[in-house]
């Protein structure tokens, strides 16, 4: 569907113009908090000239005047950073990002704790900053601590406390080895768990839980990352599937680092600290204990003066759990969870050694986005409309039989944040035909003031290309057992055929169709005259566990044929040139374009393949254990899933790309797969890039150029 053409013919969109500045998308809003006292709403946002770098800045909840708070070029130094917060962010997903990544409030909403670059900063909202730390360290996983007195932060694997009034630092916590670090998630945690902090400050600033990571029993392995100036080799503790973990404890020190106590995890050691947080008066800490086949999870109730702990509530699944942060202790002792003990992500309210249902049905909740204890009610983001919308609801929990209200408007991905008294809500917004708007409403969902509107009008950066603009259409598809598969297709105007570019993730934790602005460079593409075309196989993610479950302990079987059975359904429309179909994938993506190559040789005209995972045995314990089990037990389900084993079935042109320095899906996969096709005399296209990690930052252009030269030999014109 073409939207309604504009008064002027669209310009050319070329290649290099989808990733310049500013961004075609508009303003690109991160990290949205509220003022503990509500009276700003601070965002992250990128500058014109940079759409990478970012800023700090507010706006008024009262009358949406806006100005920006922390200039990120008066702060940073913008020279290379660290190995540690490189690593940090990367862990985030952050690694293309500059400038400013995160900031804290200070409870009497005053002052913010800024990083920059590796130092600690506290800006006023006059403009003012404070220098916290001025060292050649890097400071990571800096915290304000509830009362707002001290700041706490890592450093070379020490965690410090800071006055800030008297401007001291204290070390609270830390050991002579380099292989223990305290106050920081382990690298499991962070890439696999969702769980980025080490430390959690009490709400008295009476006490600290802290981590400490031993990586001692950790295997390490050498990685290189081979740049254009030569190769870097570092020494790496990565616990492959099957091989010991960082062994994780937990202790409670007093911020001058007296007083620590460990806590009691249980008997087992070998086991995921997956969640912490604190009672609302600091009398009891919540640590969520995951066993490390993660069929089990467990909420402990620890007493911060002695460590003890009990068993406060369970949860157990025959696949796996899916870990969330829907986590709330209520001041009546209670608490909002999340479970999909009746295959939906749902909540719940823990009372009692009883839970609760507050949600039902065929759909999933997202996320619990704030609460107000005193009316009782609740707000969430979920999918109870249909799967291809993420909406913002209220709920009156304890009204019985109360249903929850939809508090945004059908169409589009909605996304929100809230204050913590449960007033205002900052609620993101897109679809099909709107790039991301951000606005201040309150409990009822009542717009009150634009943050970002990001109005398509003459002055936006994609105003030229409007006329052009393609909105995907959306459809289903049945699974062999029944399911239903959501698709969406971009393609030019017109009946075609079109060549069709097939463009797949398939793993699990992801949606990758829904009713949102379509990415840029698909625009560019339909312009080009592709059609693409994206499928939500079985194993994707919001839509409950039986639509997950088919690839437990067999990765790359049901995926692989849920993505044949839609490429037929795509060669028997009339809009498509049945001879003319490519699939393009990256990281997970890129396994499956291999194992959909290898399953069906003959069935695309091409495959792209992005640092794909090739021996599962090279991955990590957390996410791939989840899936396939341990391969220390069992190895059989490693085999069977591999991309290697059946590398020589890969008939049909094949283009491999990685980056050298990748840290998450390491070059060694791509390597193993090149060697096994060399052996098998196949012949295929491969771009490396020297220095580049998992997502290759800054080479967009060229990894797009690239697939495009390859495409246009190997399936149809591209124009390059």
Do not use: C
């Amino acid at each position: 569907m073409q939207s309604p053409a504009a008064a002027a013919a669209p310009a050319p969109l070329t290649l290099e113009r989808v990733f310049a500045s500013p961004a075609l998308s508009g303003p690109r809003p991160r990290v949205l908090k509220l003022s503990p006292d509500g009276k700003l709403a601070t965002l992250l946002q990128s500058r014109a000239d940079d759409r990478d770098r970012f800023d700090l800045w507010a706006v008024d909840t009262s009358t949406g005047a806006r100005r920006m708070l922390v200039d990120s070029t008066k702060l940073g130094s913008s020279g290379p950073l660290s190995e540690a917060e490189r690593m940090n962010r990367e862990r985030r997903r952050l690694g293309g990002i500059t400038g400013i990544v995160d900031y804290a409030w200070a409870p009497d909403s005053r002052r913010l704790l800024v990083p920059v670059d590796g130092d600690l900063w506290v800006a006023g909202l006059d403009g003012s900053v404070q220098r916290l730390t001025d060292t050649k360290a890097t400071e990571t996983d800096a915290k304000l601590s509830p009362k707002g007195k001290y700041a706490s932060f890592v450093r070379d694997g020490r965690l410090f406390v800071t006055d800030i009034a008297a401007g001291t630092a204290r070390e609270v916590a830390g050991e002579e080895t380099a292989k223990v670090q305290w106050g920081v998630a382990e690298f499991i945690a962070q890439e696999e768990l969702g769980r980025f902090d080490g430390h959690w400050w009490s709400p008295t600033d009476g006490r600290i839980a802290v981590a400490r990571v031993d990586e001692t029993p950790v295997n390490e392995v050498t990685r290189a990352a081979i740049g254009a100036d030569g190769t870097r080799l570092f020494t790496q503790a990565y616990p492959a599937a099957g091989t010991a973990n960082a062994d994780v404890s937990l202790w409670l020190v007093n911020p001058d680092g007296s007083g620590k106590t460990k806590v009691d995890l249980g008997p087992d050691s070998d086991i995921y600290v997956a969640r912490a947080a604190w009672a609302q008066d600091g009398g009891t800490l919540y640590v969520q204990r995951l066993q490390r086949d993660q069929k089990r999870l467990d909420i402990l109730a620890v007493d911060p003066a002695t460590g003890a702990s009990r068993v406060l509530h369970s949860e157990t699944a025959a696949t796996w759990i899916n870990l969330h942060d829907t986590f709330r202790a209520l001041k009546d002792g209670s608490i909002l969870w999340a479970s999909e003990r009746d295959g939906y992500r749902h909540l719940y309210r823990l009372a009692g050694g009883a839970a609760a249902q507050l949600t039902s049905g065929r759909w999933a909740v997202s996320e619990l986005v704030g609460v107000d204890e005193q009316r009782g009610r609740l707000w969430f983001t979920g999918f109870a409309d249909t799967t291809l919308e993420m909406h913002v609801y209220a709920l009156d929990w304890k009204t019985p039989g109360a249903q929850p209200i939809r508090l945004t408007a059908l169409g589009g991905m909605h996304d929100a944040v809230m204050d913590a008294a449960g007033q205002r809500l900052i609620i993101t917004a897109t679809s099909p035909r709107q790039p991301a708007q951000v606005w201040l409403a309150d409990g009822a969902g009542k717009r009150l003031a634009w943050i970002s509107e990001n109005r398509l009008d003459a002055g936006h950066p994609y105003a030229p290309y409007l006329a052009a603009h393609t909105e995907p259409s959306f459809g289903t598809l049945q699974a062999s057992d029944g399911q239903s598969m959501d698709w969406r297709l971009l393609k030019p105007t017109g009946a075609g055929p079109f060549p069709v570019l097939m463009q797949v993730y398939g793993g699990p934790h992801a949606q990758s169709v829904d009713r949102r602005f379509p990415a840029v460079i698909e625009q560019y593409l339909v312009q080009k005259g592709w059609a693409v075309f994206q499928i939500d196989n079985r194993g994707s993610n919001n839509r409950g566990k039986a639509f997950e479950d088919p690839i437990n302990r067999a990765m790359g079987t049901a995926e692989v044929a849920d993505q044949l059975q839609a490429l037929a359904w795509v060669k028997r429309q009339p809009w498509a040139k049945a001879d003319k179909v490519a699939v393009n994938g990256w990281s997970y993506g890129g396994y499956m374009v291999l194992k959909l190559l290898e399953a069906a040789p003959g069935a695309f005209a091409a495959g792209i393949s992005g640092a794909p995972v090739t021996r599962w045995e090279l991955y990590d314990t957390a996410y791939t254990e989840r899936y396939l089990g341990n391969p220390a037990k069992d190895a059989g389900p490693y085999q069977s899933s591999g991309a290697l084993s059946d590398a020589a079935k890969i008939s049909d042109p094949l283009l491999v790309i990685h980056g050298m320095a990748d840290d998450n899906v390491v070059f060694e996969n791509s390597t193993a797969l090149i060697s096994a096709l060399q052996k098998a005399n196949r012949p295929f296209d491969l771009m490396v890039y020297p220095g580049a990690t998992h997502a290759t930052p800054g080479l967009e252009v060229h990894t797009w150029i690239t697939r495009l030269k390859f495409l246009g030999r190997t399936v149809a014109p591209t124009g390059y």
